[in-house]
């Protein structure tokens, strides 16, 4: 892996065509797009993380959405999901505005990065376990050049949580035994013999299915979110 730091990684993961059935996938969406961004010039590439390199909190999703990360190439940017969590994030205090909508729209993250355990659209929402275990070397390498800084991990999900645990492992933290397992709410100390602690928190995911039907509220992700970040060392409001 480069041992360049994070905007290095960011351009090597975006050139990345390690999975066929990925590549095929999102490039196949960036071509036919939906009809209501029909005047767009999908991103079609796997989807880098976002925010600071001194991030204190990182925040895990799952991957990108074919009409949300993989049309503007930013984490969660463009629909419903990011919606929900930047307005989130904003009304405690950690992102400069409400909405992500592009890129290019001046939305900046306060001590926060978001990414995710595979970095590009996948059918149906459904990575393979080889895919995730593909892209692991990707996460791996985020958390090494994030451990400077980072106190605190929100998981976003089963799916996000199962392959973030092998992750940590291989950037340094210890892991329990035997695993724990995911949560809303969940919260577990990742120790690590030549640092600070990690604190490892999980979250519902801010997928429709969870927000529309009330499984996930707002007011649950704000309490997550300033929970997190009070361990991170982060003010929130």
Known sequence: MDNGGLPVLDRRIAGCRACPRLVEWREEVARTKRAAFADWTYWGRPVPGFGPPD??????????????????????TGD????????????????????????????????????????????????????????RAWLVRELELLRPTLRAVVVLGAFGWQAALPAFTGAGWTVPRPRPAFAHGAQVTLGA???????LFGCFHVSQRNTFTGRLTPEMLREVLRTAAGRAGLRTR
Not at 59 to 74: C, F, K, Q, S, V
Not at 193 to 199: A, V, Y
């Open 193 to 199: 013999p030549d640092g600070p602690d990690l604190s």
């Open 80 to 135: 419903r999901s990011g919606d929900v969590l930047y307005r989130a994030l904003y009304d405690v205090g950690l992102a400069s505005q409400p909405t992500a909508v592009r890129a290019d729209d001046g939305l900046e993250l306060y001590g926060v990065r978001i990414t995710s355990p595979v970095h590009c659209a996948p059918p149906a929402n459904k990575p393979t376990p080889a895919e995730r275990d593909t892209c």
């Open 55 to 76: 991030a204190r909190l990182l925040i895990l999703g799952l991957a990108p959405a074919a009409h949300g990360g993989n049309r503007t190439g930013r984490m969660f």
